[in-house]
């Protein structure tokens, strides 16, 4: 088997290849695939077929403390059905994350199609995302609700120009765990709405000034409002955005798509049960490839010392970690002192944005914690000033 890296040539070839790994066929004048980076893009070939796939986007996230780190975000991967296990998805992995560090990236992620694919790969489930329905009827707000001054517009799709990029870029950049929407994708049409095309009606909030400072794209079809996203600069324009879809015409429901984590909105309402949390799943996985690196590299809250014993049962590597944080930023050296925790790279791949505490998977038994202050430590040094949250579908 031989693994090698794909040209404009090979993209019609590797769409195919994908699709045949999930048994379908790409819809005619599909553009899903098309940001596709194909000189990030892996064949692995059999007998001069290509038989895997493997790609990856080059995305920036956003660590705790507002800081854009470039990532790798792994996609397309399939194997045919024919060549299954017999570690064509391994080989590819580790071509990847070999060219990732070649790259200077030190941490790759990925959205997960099964949650047992990957934790052997080294990434771990970060952020997580939810669906709220609410009964419209039901959905009066209680008084203390604040929304944001200003204007609603509805627009279509098409006529936003430049303005969802332009607000999704103003919006990542403070949402530890959200990813770059790189131009190409809006400019393509690909992915999933709004960055495709497909049709959408826009809800655009303006400032009293008239700048757009959020939007929520949706849809009505037999009195139900669905909402692929509502991004905003902030709580009250997010309030603002959820109360113009509840007072909308003609529909019983309305379902908000990828929540993050503590969403306000039931707190927002005179009755706490006309909104319903169902669909949490896990989005994005983080995969660490440099720990001093990644752990200098986010912003910190509290002020702390912490000594980690990372075990990266994928690449064979072991080391033992000094996170020392003072006035927000980090230090970390390689150190010989006793370790509080120790925990494999898939773990702290997890822990890594704020969006679970290290204590949960010290109860859980997956981090061991050598002495009984070392869990709560790490808890307070870890948590983010807001949950992280990644709405990016690649
Ligand atoms: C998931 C997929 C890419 C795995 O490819 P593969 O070449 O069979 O994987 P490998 O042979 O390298 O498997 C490595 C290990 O992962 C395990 N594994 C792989 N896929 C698995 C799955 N879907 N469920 C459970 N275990 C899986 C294998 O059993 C093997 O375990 P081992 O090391 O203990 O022997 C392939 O099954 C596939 O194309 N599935 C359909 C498309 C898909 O789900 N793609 C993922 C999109 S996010």
Request: glycine share 8%.
């Amino acid at each position: 088997m031989e693994i090698r890296s794909t040209t404009e040539h090979d993209r019609d070839a590797f769409v195919d290849t994908l699709f045949a790994a999930f048994g379908r066929f790409p819809p005619e004048g599909d553009r899903v695939w098309s940001a596709l980076e194909m000189d990030r893009a892996l064949f692995a070939v059999v007998d001069g077929r290509p038989v895997g796939t493997a790609a990856v986007y080059s995305f920036e996230l956003t660590l705790p403390g507002n800081v854009p780190v470039p990532a790798g975000g792994l996609t397309a991967v399939g194997v045919l059905p024919s060549h299954r296990r017999r570690g064509v998805l391994t080989a590819m992995m580790r071509h990847q994350l070999a060219d990732a560090r070649a790259r200077g990236e030190f941490l790759a992620v990925l959205l997960a199609s099964e949650a047992v694919i990957y934790r052997r790969f080294g990434y771990g489930p970060a952020t997580t995302t939810h669906r709220l329905t609410v009964d419209r009827h039901r959905a009066a707000p209680r008084s203390t609700a604040v929304a944001a001054e200003g204007s609603i517009e509805v627009l279509r799709r098409a006529e936003c120009g430049d303005l969802l990029e332009d607000a999704y870029d103003r919006y990542r950049r403070t949402q530890p765990g959200a990813l770059s929407r790189p131009r190409h994708w809006w400019a393509r049409g690909a992915g999933q709405p709004p960055v495709s095309a497909a049709p959408r009606y826009v809800a655009v909030h303006r400032d009293s000034g008239g700048r757009a400072d959020g939007y929520a794209t949706y849809l009505l079809d037999s009195g139900t409002l669905t909402v692929d996203e509502t991004i905003a600069a902030d709580d009250a324009v997010t309030t603002a955005l959820t109360r113009f879809l509840l007072d909308h015409d003609l529909v019983t429901r309305v379902v908000l798509k990828k929540c993050p984590p503590e969403h306000p909105l039931r707190w927002q309402l005179a009755d706490f049960r006309a909104a319903e949390v169902s669909d949490e799943t896990d989005w994005l996985w983080v995969r660490l490839l440099d720990v001093p690196r990644a752990l200098t590299a986010r912003g910190w809250s509290t002020d702390g010392e912490l000594v980690l014993d990372v075990e990266d049962s994928f690449l064979g590597e072991r080391g033992r970690y000094l996170l020392t944080v003072r006035d927000g930023k980090a230090e970390c050296y390689p150190t010989g002192r006793a370790p509080d925790l120790s925990l494999d790279a898939t773990d702290l791949g997890s822990v890594y944005l704020g969006g679970v505490a290290p204590s949960t998977l010290v109860r859980g038994g997956q981090i061991h914690a050598h002495h009984p202050d070392a869990a709560a430590l790490a808890d307070a040094l870890f948590r983010a000033e807001r949950p992280p949250h990644c709405l990016h579908w690649f």
